[in-house]
């Protein structure tokens, strides 16, 4: 039952109620005309389209292209996978006892295009019998149909009825042109789909894998040593799969098909292109705690995305972490469990600004930005600062703390003369006595900002900030600098960071 | 066993170097306990040198480095003898998430030391931790921060399975005769607890480029006894 312009209207039923005259889309007061027992509930468009999109998920089983079709449909597309289930015939009468198992009603049809399958399965086909039309028969199948098979607007469909016209083959017998003038080009259009002279793409439900491998089990499996086994069995036969292509894969998802019709998906990733069986399986068996089997897993499918070429020569080397031998799995294990970001390397970049000379970046950004490498910024001084334009640190002349605070931490500081490092400031709440001082040393920086705010691009020009290395009377060592040249503005103190 | 090159640090470790197939706790001092910047350049030696036997072995190896802050500088590890380029860093919220990284790292081939920043250490983990490095005859060093007075005073009473515990105190630097400012920088490091030896200290310099840490000139010429702390007799007095 659902509510429509203040009407109550029937949105669904049961086959006894059915039976008894009524229909979708009737009027609750009619309908209670008719059986004056009816029970109603109001409709859950919501749960129902959740549940839809659920059984199109499980349909994945047959194909990667499945999508819910409307509020009452699923669509597949067989082309290519019915082989792997002896044959088109074979995979129905297989749908439809997985179905009818689940108690899920329904009705099938597999025909050539989309627009045929949707007019025989919901005219031509019996609850227990799907129709298959093979593809010479496509328009004999339609003609028969009534022309609401055609996926028409209700209205047209009325129209068409006023004017005599009943049959799919009515309106075939009419020239195209004739029909497109007199009741519209839809009507045209939704008639050439379903013979196939128009094509008509399925959008399927999510990405479309690359690569795909199947399980089925005899009887539903649910002990997780079973599944571990089916993991492994299945990363193999993917893996030789992308051996063959020279391929790698970077994303893998493993769906547990359910006996009740849903699906367990588990998802990993790896840092680099991967291939390696053991490694793989490792990382899906990780995450198989998960997985909630049910009353029984009766399919598994593998599915590899982001899939790159992968020499055999690029299985582990290198120069930094990242490559180092034999480290890969380890980082792909921690990438499954704590996140890709959580994994980050200290680049060097050429750059004499502190916070940019090294950076914490995340393993697989630094991976896609050595294709690119980073546009080397220009270093206006402090010569000893600069690199040569190869990769690695060489060790700082000029001392550089351990520690860097990200952002700098204000001070409040005294000092004396304008190029004076302070002889006391206060950070973190604590006073610390200026016993030592080096600096300055001059770090021009036309981005930065006297509020203490880092920013990219470029702001206000002429912000300078010059470090000092001082030494508390304790032996601590800290990094500071003053931002902004003394004067009006009264220049502000940091500490950006403390050396060991 | 990874020798400090330092005979004095070298003859108070049993083995005469650090026990590799360990776990070691690096603690800061004073106010440097919440930064740990002292604790970090001195594991950083360590690392490095790890990183440079592996090599000598051919097998170019990494530092797993796992913390919950975003503050380490590799520039500045790069001046205590560890490469920044061989690091891999894992920045996660947890403290288990850390312990269970370290573990992982401990096991897996390709990494000559792994690195953590814990401030609570339960016992058990911490034996968990000296098991997977003893099985797997990787280093472990664990760098102690803590926020609070408080949470230090719980956890430095805390025991530990750890084979050694350290500390190190910068301490002020000595000013060199025709330079004004900070001279060569000091550290005062401590071993607090070490299985099968007996507590020391000694002041050093700061580790190096190679992560060695020196006597200072003044001190390498006595002879080579531990430091002892302060007010204990001194080592030539006892065997007198």
């Known amino acids: 039952m659902i509510a429509s312009g203040g009407r109550q209207l029937l949105a669904a039923m049961n086959p006894a109620a059915a039976a008894g005259g009524l229909a979708p889309g009737m009027p609750l007061a009619d309908a209670l005309s008719f059986l004056p027992g009816l029970a109603t509930r109001p409709a859950e468009l919501a749960e129902d389209a959740a549940a839809l999109r659920r059984l199109a998920e499980w349909c994945g089983r047959y194909s990667p292209w499945t999508a819910p079709d409307g509020g009452d449909g699923v669509k597949i597309e067989v082309t290519g996978s019915a082989h792997l289930w002896g044959g088109e015939a074979e995979l129905a009468a297989d749908l439809s006892r997985r179905l009818a198992r689940q108690d899920i009603a329904h009705r099938l049809a597999i025909a050539d295009t989309l627009g045929a399958a949707w007019a025989t399965a919901r005219h031509a086909a019996s609850d227990d019998a799907p129709v298959i039309v093979a593809p010479e028969e496509t328009r004999a199948a339609l003609a028969p149909l009534p022309i609401a098979a055609l996926r028409l607007d209700p209205a047209l469909v009325q129209g068409l009825h006023r004017v005599g016209l009943r049959r799919v083959g009515d309106l075939m017998a009419m020239p195209r042109d004739a029909l497109a003038r007199r009741f519209g080009e839809e009507a045209a259009r939704r008639l050439d789909r379903a013979q196939g002279d128009l094509p008509e793409p399925l959008s399927p439900l999510g990405e479309v894998p690359t690569r795909r491998v199947r399980l089925s089990f005899a009887e539903p499996i649910a002990d997780p040593a079973d599944l571990a086994r089916a993991a492994e069995r299945l990363t193999r036969d993917l893996v030789t799969r992308l051996a063959r292509e020279g391929m790698g894969a970077r994303r893998l998802e493993l769906g547990f098909h359910r006996v009740d019709g849903r699906v367990e998906h588990i998802r990993i990733g790896t840092a680099r292109p991967s291939r390696d069986p053991v490694h793989l399986a490792r990382l899906l068996i990780g995450k198989l705690d998960t997985v909630d089997p049910g009353f029984g897993i009766e399919d598994a499918i593998l599915a590899a995305f982001a899939v790159e070429t992968l020499a055999p020569e690029q299985l582990g080397m290198g120069s930094t972490a990242a490559a180092a031998s034999g480290t890969a799995p380890l980082f792909d294990r921690i990438g499954a469990r704590l996140g890709l970001d959580a994994l980050a390397l200290l680049e060097p970049r050429e750059s004499h600004i502190p916070e940019r000379a090294s950076r914490a970046v995340s393993m697989t950004e630094s991976a896609a930005s050595k294709k690119s490498p980073h546009p080397p910024i220009a270093v206006a001084m402090a010569p000893s600062l600069s690199r040569t334009a190869g990769e690695g640190f060489t060790p700082q002349k000029l001392p550089r703390p351990v520690r860097l605070f990200a952002p700098p931490e204000p001070v409040e500081a005294f000092w004396v003369l304008p190029d004076d490092p302070p002889f006391r400031f206060t950070w973190r709440r604590q006073p610390h006595r200026v016993a030592q001082a080096d600096g300055p040393e001059r770090i021009a920086e036309e981005w930065w900002r006297p509020d203490g705010q880092l920013i990219d691009g470029h702001g206000d020009a002429g912000a300078i900030r010059d470090y000092y290395r001082v030494e508390d009377e304790t032996g601590r060592r800290f990094w500071l600098f003053r931002a902004g040249l003394p004067g009006d503005p009264p220049p502000r103190w940091f500490v950006h960071g403390v050396f060991a | ?240």
């Open chain 2, 1 to 240: 066993m990874l020798p400090f090159g330092v005979k004095a640090i070298d003859r108070a470790l049993p083995g005469g170097g650090l026990a590799l197939g360990a776990l070691h706790e690096i603690l800061g001092a004073g106010a440097d306990e919440e930064d740990g910047a002292a604790a970090a350049g001195f594991a950083a030696g360590i690392a490095g040198r790890l990183l440079a036997v592996d090599s000598l072995q051919k097998q170019p190896g990494a530092v797993l480095w796992c913390l919950k802050h975003g503050d380490l500088y590799g520039p500045g590890l790069a001046a205590h003898g560890l490469d920044p380029a061989r690091i891999a860093l894992v920045r996660t919220t947890r403290d288990d998430d850390i312990l269970w990284a370290l573990e992982e790292g401990l096991r897996a081939p390709g990494i000559a030391a792994v690195i953590g920043e814990l401030g609570r250490l339960p016992m058990v983990a911490g034996r968990r931790l000296q098991l997977a490095a003893e099985r797997s005859g990787g280093v472990a060093l664990l760098l102690r921060r803590w926020r609070t007075g408080a949470q230090a005073e719980a956890e430095r009473a805390r025991p530990s399975a750890a084979v050694t515990r350290w500390r190190v105190a910068p301490l002020p630097s000595v000013p060199e005769p025709d330079e004004p400012g900070i001279g060569q920088p000091r550290w005062r490091i401590e071993l607090l607890r070490c299985r099968g030896a007996e507590p020391a200290e000694w002041i050093t310099e700061v580790a190096d480029a190679s992560g060695v840490v020196r006597l200072p000139a003044e001190l390498a010429d006595r002879p080579a006894a531990p430091q002892r702390f302060a007010g204990e007799p001194r080592e030539w007095r006892r065997a007198g």
